[in-house]
């Protein structure tokens, strides 16, 4: 009894399996132009806007006091301190100047595809590369630049030029400090240098009055009370000239350290800890892995759709609401 009510079953469901083989083999190649149409697709949009590219480079900022004496007011012109010039430097990274400098020497409008005829296209092409830089930093103070882009060169050349450039605009910005430092230091050298003069004719007096006073007949008491007080000041005066020349030695070994500086340009505002590198292998094989995935999960997706509308069409049309019935 169970026999007879199963066969019945059975060949319905061998028929409707044949019914619909026969149909995917009839259409086998549209079906899977369609399964691996949708595979590349997939895999070019994973490759190129998921996927992408990361490259990171590292820096950290050096200490820019050039000149600087502890007897020179400096204040007007060493108004930031390391800590603040580590932040004006960290925050110059996603700066409009950096991004200005980007856009034009990689041609980055073209490159996101940015309409230039239309108005704000920098503004827009500025929006999605600050979107793909990160800027962080570590335990150790050192500043860590990362790009992100769908070419692995590119992104790797974007830091290296973002280092490059931030070492080019504060090398010119403490150029101008530097020089701002020489002014004042120079007037300082002028006056220790008036200061010596000054004090070397005074001495020169005092040597003059007291050899005077040894060579004429003067009353003893007098002359040695006179005497003693001339060698007083002196001493006093040979101190501060021993004091002001020391300072006027240590500050003109600054002032020519920062004039050397400022003419052979040697100085470093940044040293690059690590430069960056191009990705060591390509996301393409991934790419192409989550595509056949796609691909295979498209094939079972048509099956059921074909499944469908060979079986079951008359059901939906129902449920929509449409009706075959001749009226």
């Known amino acids: ?78 108004n930031l301190t390391p800590s603040d010039n580590f932040n004006r430097i960290f925050q110059q990274v996603i700066s409009t100047q950096i991004q200005n400098h980007l856009i034009k020497k990689f041609n980055l409008t073209k490159h996101y595809g940015v309409d230039s005829t239309k108005e704000f296209y920098l503004q827009r092409t500025g929006n999605i590369l600050k979107s793909n830089i990160s ?67 005074s001495i020169d007096s005092l040597l003059a009055e007291m050899h005077h006073l040894t060579t004429q007949g003067s009353r003893p008491t007098t002359s040695a009370i006179y005497m003693l007080q001339l060698e007083q000041n002196l001493g006093s005066l040979i101190n501060e000239l021993t004091n002001s020349t020391h300072d006027l030695m240590n500050s003109q070994k600054l002032y020519n350290l920062a ?31 989550y595509g056949g995935l796609i691909t295979v999960a498209s094939m ?6 074909v499944h469908i509308r060979l079986f079951y069409s008359e059901h939906l049309d129902l449920l929509m609401g449409k009706s075959n019935k001749p009226e």
């Not at 026999?3 to 009839?26: C, F, G, M, Q, W």
């Not at 070019?44 to 900022?61: D, E, M, N």
């Not at 004039?259 to 991934?286: C, E, F, G």
């Open 1 to 78: 009894m169970t026999e007879n009510t199963t066969r019945p079953a059975s060949r319905k469901i061998d028929y409707d399996t044949r019914i619909l083989i026969n149909h995917l083999v009839k259409n086998k190649y549209y079906f899977l132009s369609i399964s691996f149409g949708i595979g590349i697709i997939f895999s070019i949009i994973i490759k190129l806007y998921v996927l992408g590219y990361s490259s990171t480079g590292s820096f950290y900022v050096n200490d820019m006091n050039v000149l600087s004496s502890s007897n020179v007011d400096l204040k007007v012109v060493d």
């Open 135 to 201: 800027v962080k930093k570590n335990t150790f103070n050192t500043i860590l630049v990362t790009v992100n882009d769908e070419h692995r060169y590119l992104a790797a050349e974007m830091v290296n030029e973002i280092m490059n450039y931030i070492d080019e605009i504060n090398r010119e910005y403490y150029a101008r400090t530097i020089q701002q430092k020489l002014k004042i230091s120079e007037a300082f050298l002028t006056e220790i240098k008036k200061d010596n003069n000054a004090k070397s004719r």
């Open 259 to 289: 004039l050397q500086a400022l003419n052979q340009k040697s100085y470093k505002t940044i040293s690059v800890v690590q430069a960056a590198m191009p990705a060591p292998k390509s996301n393409i094989y991934q790419a192409v892995f």
């Open 300 to 305: 079972f997706i048509i099956i059921l759709i």
